[in-house]
């Protein structure tokens, strides 16, 4: 595995559709350990790292192709372009006040300062009693909240992967997928036939995996606890009628503070109320921190459960440069923690201002900057942000978001929209990119 947090959830993913494209039973041995390469928590429970040494065997009429296709990706790191064990590749400005001190250190996760009142966000924990039900219903009950979750996340990937990027919308298919994991449905649908309340049964046949993934050496694995439990209240929240509850401020530009965060929650974070955020658990390779650095929030994470004890309205810097929650700080400690946050804005703003110069290479070749959008609003904020032009306009969005087919009068209309908007740079159009991971109900193709 020469992934270099290894063969964690993304990577394990790519490895799972790979390995579903084939009849072939295909599986993982690391150590003692052998597992179905076509379920993800079943990846995840090897704890591979960086260096660890593993082997693929299939079974079946297509095994050879299944095996080399699969031996390539893994040698190429399954499709994964970036590590994420490092919030930034430059020191961290070592601010601290003069007089107050610390009232609670954890793990640098995003970098940045700010000032402002606590707000502590406290979730409702899903709690389900095991209780006789029938079958029959349980069953649908269950299939249906699976479907509903399954066509939020796509949602969500869709939205996350225009705001933030593939890399990190990449994370809720990792969630996709775990709904899709055979191991972890019939398991839930053998308990539901035994009588058992449908809620129930998938709480208790997630658990499991969570407590197993918890035991895992490496950090980076065990993190990935937070993700199926992330899944597992999206499912149940659908099952019992339960409305998601964002983290929020009232309104109020705050400082969140959280025993933890579900990639979820952190993608649904709003940049102008939530100032940053400090977590008891969690750590700098958690999806919430991946999340919580493309959107610019500074963040700290495995502070402690004592910062879950800080009364509301209190008034904090939270210096995610250095890991460190100061409260109720002077007033001169305020100005200065402010002056190093509107030192570090300036700066990015005189990166922003130099977005429209040609990109350059050192030895003079020129690099084209081309965007990719769904949307004409797309359209206009790439090109703000220096795009030389669109490189890739997907259609497919035309027709997931309408619920039908669009006209051709329609379709017509946004790419010459599309065009304006673009004001003569160069716009590529692609042609209608349907099936796979995006299916379209109203148009009926088969799988």
């Excluded at 790979?18 to 704890?47: F, H, M, T």
């Excluded at 919308?169 to 309340?197: C, P, R, W």
């Excluded at 990166?351 to 769904?374: I, K, P, Q």
Aim: hydrophobic letters at 40%.
């Amino acid at each position: 595995i020469i992934n270099p947090t290894g063969l964690h959830a993304r990577p394990a993913t790519e490895l799972v559709t790979i390995a579903k494209r084939y009849q072939a039973q295909v599986r993982v041995r690391s150590g003692e350990l052998v597992v179905d390469a076509k379920s993800l928590v079943n990846l995840l429970k090897l704890g591979a790292v960086k260096g660890a040494a593993i082997r693929v065997s299939a079974n079946g009429d297509d095994a050879d192709e299944a095996l080399a296709v699969l031996k390539d990706a893994i040698e190429s790191g399954l499709g994964e372009e970036e590590t994420h064990a490092a919030p930034l590749n430059r020191d961290r400005l070592n601010w601290q006040p003069k007089t107050t001190v610390a009232y609670a250190e954890g793990v640098p996760a995003s970098d940045g300062i700010v000032v402002g009142p606590i707000c502590q966000h406290t979730p409702k924990e899903i709690k389900v009693d095991d209780s006789p039900s029938s079958p029959t219903s349980g069953k649908k009950q269950f299939k249906n909240a699976v479907e509903a979750a399954h066509k939020e996340l796509t949602k969500l990937y869709d939205e996350v992967k225009v705001r933030l990027g593939s890399g990190q919308a990449s994370i809720f298919l990792v969630h996709a997928e775990f709904l899709q994991d055979d191991e972890l449905l019939q398991e839930t649908e053998k308990l539901i036939a035994e009588k058992h309340n449908a809620a129930w049964a998938w709480q208790q046949t997630i658990q499991i995996r969570i407590d197993q993934l918890k035991k895992l050496d490496d950090p980076v694995l065990a993190g990935r606890a937070m993700d199926l439990s992330d899944v597992c209240q999206r499912v149940l929240r659908h099952m019992l009628g339960i409305a998601d509850v964002s983290p929020s401020t009232s309104h109020i530009p705050s400082v969140l503070i959280a025993d933890d965060l579900t990639p979820s929650d952190t993608a649904n974070l709003d940049p102008d109320l939530i100032l940053g955020f400090i977590t008891a658990k969690g750590g700098p390779t958690s999806h919430s921190a991946i999340i919580a650095r493309a959107m610019g929030i500074p963040a700290i994470v495995a502070a402690g459960e004592g910062v879950l004890q800080i009364e509301n309205q209190t008034n904090c810097i939270l210096d995610g440069f250095n890991g460190k929650l100061y409260l109720s700080p002077l007033q001169e400690e305020i100005a200065s923690a402010q002056e190093l946050h509107e030192e570090v804005e300036r700066q990015l703003n005189a990166d922003f201002t130099e977005r429209l110069f040609s990109a350059n290479t050192t030895d003079g070749h020129n690099v084209e900057v081309f965007a990719n959008v769904n949307r004409v609003a797309d359209a206009v904020k790439a090109i703000e942000y220096g795009a030389e032009g669109v490189g890739l306009m997907r259609t497919e969005f035309l027709f997931l978001e309408s619920g039908k087919t669009p006209t051709e009068d329609e379709q017509y209309e946004v790419s010459r929209d599309m065009a304006k908007a673009l004001n003569g740079t160069p716009l590529t159009i692609r042609t209608l990119d349907i099936g796979g991971d995006k299916q379209v109900s109203h148009l009926d193709f088969p799988k």
